[in-house]
């Protein structure tokens, strides 16, 4: 079962950014945050992922909080080809029972032109 | 590079028949995951494979699924009988590490009538 809790939908202005919520309280040390987004039907594309640090890659930002419950992901300039659900994913990064990648239901991201 | 490879896109075959899907990760990730998500449901971890062995099959629905990663290259999911439920998109995706980043094949459609 997922352990992240989201909004299902949510909708900003092409251009402006998209921040994406996401909740979960019951993370432990050794689990990442990770995101994901699906674009229409195709297949799931990584976006980033953190563990307690905020992350940027050329995609997007990542803000954890301090107590590591809940994270941010951030569209810094959302395009319309950035429409997609998105996945946020808890993730051991070691082999044990929560090594796999458990998708949830995700946000469904409408960008507005 | 080439991604992750699956084929066919789409699959239209009757209920009872046999299909068989194919799935060709990234060159030396040894790792290769199914997933599958059928009508409204959300995305489903089905099984993982290290090289050419079942690391995790915990996700498989019942024994009319069948896993294979023959020399711990491409893999084969073989549906026998399919039935109406199986209908849905299954993805393969590859990873160089255990806790890696998965990448995602576009997936192939199945469409059981």
């Known amino acids: 079962d997922a352990k992240t809790t989201q909004p299902p939908s949510m909708d900003c202005a092409e251009g402006r950014a998209a921040n994406l919520p996401c909740n979960h309280s019951t993370i432990s040390g050794n689990e990442y945050v990770y995101w994901y987004r699906q674009i229409h039907s195709q297949g799931p594309q990584y976006i980033i992922h953190g563990l307690k640090n905020n992350e940027t890659n050329e995609m997007a930002s990542l803000i954890i909080t301090e107590d590591r419950k809940s994270s941010t992901l951030i569209l810094p300039h959302a395009t319309l080809r950035d429409t997609a659900v998105y996945y946020c994913?808890?993730?051991?990064?070691?082999?044990?029972?929560?090594?796999?990648?458990?998708f949830g239901s995700g946000t469904r991201l409408l960008v507005r032109p | 590079e080439a991604g992750v490879t699956q084929f066919p896109s789409h699959s239209v075959i009757e209920k009872g028949q046999t299909v068989t899907l194919r799935c060709d990760p990234i060159?030396?990730?040894?790792?290769l995951y199914w997933y599958r998500r059928v009508m409204g449901k959300e995305i489903k971890f089905l099984l993982h494979?290290?090289?050419?062995?079942?690391?995790?099959e915990s996700g498989m629905p019942n024994n009319r699924f069948l896993a294979e990663r023959t020399g711990g290259t491409y893999s084969t999911l073989k549906v026998q009988p399919a039935e109406l439920e199986d209908s849905g998109v299954y993805f393969c995706?590859?990873?160089?590490?255990?806790?890696?980043?998965?990448?995602f094949g576009e997936g192939s459609r199945l469409t059981v009538l």
């Open positions: 060159s030396g990730h040894d790792n």
């Open positions: 994913i808890v993730r051991a990064q070691r082999m044990d029972s929560s090594y796999k990648l458990i």
């Open positions: 494979f290290v090289k050419e062995s079942k690391q995790d």
């Open positions: 995706a590859s990873s160089p590490s255990v806790t890696g980043e998965l990448f």
